[in-house]
């Protein structure tokens, strides 16, 4: 499946063809990346983000998770998702990373909103979720300006390298999307 965001922006659910480029993209931006995302010290090799690509096409089968790649003029950028999808209360996730080479290019943000328009109108979900770390000023910018409510602190929610980190959540509802459409 592939989505076009724009002329030079589209998505591509996530496939063993990706393997070699994506991971290429995290290891020459793994300093950038760890900052805020705890999965980047076990991305070793092309072969562990192949299992993790295996993963997420189980979970593609069982309607949990949408892994997308983002390209940008064609290079892999980054990645976005859909996560964490519950069918019974109709809630997912909101996923996203770039390189850094890759950012201010509001690249993300026309993604997300893609990405939403797809949560609410194709899977049906009611709610969709951003967490991100209290000081990544940056993945916080994109939640607000896609006009997600910040609905309090989550203390000590995720274990980033060496520490806890809080996470800020976010929540768009489908009646708020399509109302600011």
Request: with cysteine; proline share 1%; glycine share 6%.
């Amino acid at each position: 499946m592939t989505i076009a965001v724009t002329d030079n922006i589209i998505l591509e659910l996530l496939d063993s063809r990706h393997a070699s480029e994506t991971f290429a993209l995290i290891d020459s931006n793994r300093q950038y990346l760890r900052e805020w995302l705890p999965w980047v010290d076990h991305m070793r090799t092309a072969a562990d983000f192949g299992n993790y690509i295996q993963r997420t096409q189980q979970q593609l089968k069982d309607e949990t998770d949408y892994g997308f790649v983002v390209k940008y003029n064609e290079k892999i950028a980054g990645r976005i998702g859909l996560h964490y999808i519950d069918k019974q209360n109709r809630t997912g996730a909101l996923g996203y990373w770039l390189g850094e080479s890759f950012a201010g290019n509001g690249i993300i943000t026309k993604a997300c909103a893609v990405l939403i328009d797809f949560a609410f109108d194709k899977i049906q979900l009611n709610r969709v979720e951003i967490k991100c770390a209290t000081g990544n000023t940056k993945s916080k910018a994109i939640a607000e300006r896609l006009g997600f409510k910040q609905e309090g602190i989550l203390k000590q929610a995720e274990f980033v390298n060496t520490h806890f980190i809080d996470l800020y959540l976010y929540s768009m509802l489908k009646t708020d999307w399509q109302q600011q459409l």
